[in-house]
């Protein structure tokens, strides 16, 4: 395959696995919402991919994005498909993006504030941020969730959805006087691998129409 362009110029680049991409993808998401509820409104002052220290955890308000269960794969459709515009260069011998399977991964999403009803501030803004407002109103069939960019793997898109949310109100937390709120957050994505993408050949034949006997009707009559 000589005639290939070399694959690192391939523009959609994976910086990572498909299951950290999903956890920064959320991150971002969080990290980009505005609480109107808060006092004065505002963002998360930091978003943890784990609680560093007590200090790091007490940043208020901010929120932790962690794995909850394992990364998921779908049942493989047996033939790896080419994903529609991943085709570069287009039209040409080039790579693309085969699908292998549907990844799902769920993330305990676990906000801190430094009072309740800060807390309750930030719980109110979670509970719709994963949810597209272009969805409201449309009649039957949508899906819930809002679609994300991957930036991390591919730009591929994938859906965030809330699956669950609670305040957490146990002895441990009133003892040391910390405000938290819990979220269960559902991704869904592709798994992809690039490879070689090569154009349709359409082949023909060419014949001699002189050399082909006429049909009975069309002979001349004796």
Do not use: H
Not at 44 to 58: I, P, Q, R, S, T
Not at 112 to 123: I, Q
Not at 131 to 150: A, C, E, M, S, T
Request: contains cysteine; proline residues 9%.
């Amino acid at each position: 395959m000589s005639n290939l362009p070399p694959v690192d110029d391939y523009p959609r680049k994976q910086a990572t696995d498909i299951e950290t991409a999903m956890a920064r993808a959320i991150a971002r998401r969080l990290e980009e919402a505005s609480f109107p509820l808060l006092a004065p409104p505002g963002k998360l002052l930091k978003v943890f991919d784990e609680w560093a220290d007590y200090m790091d955890g007490n940043v208020a308000p901010s929120a932790c994005v962690m794995p909850d269960g394992d990364l998921v794969f779908a049942p493989g459709q047996g033939t790896p498909t080419l994903l529609e515009d991943t085709w570069w260069p287009k039209g040409q011998p080039g790579w693309g993006l085969y699908k292998l399977s549907e990844a799902t991964r769920e993330f305990k999403v676990v906000a801190r504030a430094a009072t309740g009803a800060e807390r309750n501030a930030v719980k109110a803004g979670v509970d719709v941020l994963f949810f597209d407002p272009k969805l409201i109103g449309r009649p039957g069939g949508d899906r819930f969730g809002v679609l994300v960019q991957l930036d991390d793997y591919f730009c591929l898109p994938a859906r965030l959805t809330l699956t669950a949310s609670r305040k957490l109100d146990g002895a441990d937390n009133a003892a040391k006087n910390i405000q938290e709120a819990e979220f269960t957050i559902r991704c869904e994505a592709a798994q992809v691998k690039v490879a070689p993408v090569q154009p349709f050949t359409l082949k023909t034949n060419v014949q001699d129409v002189t050399q082909i006997p006429a049909p009975p009707w069309a002979r001349p009559k004796a």
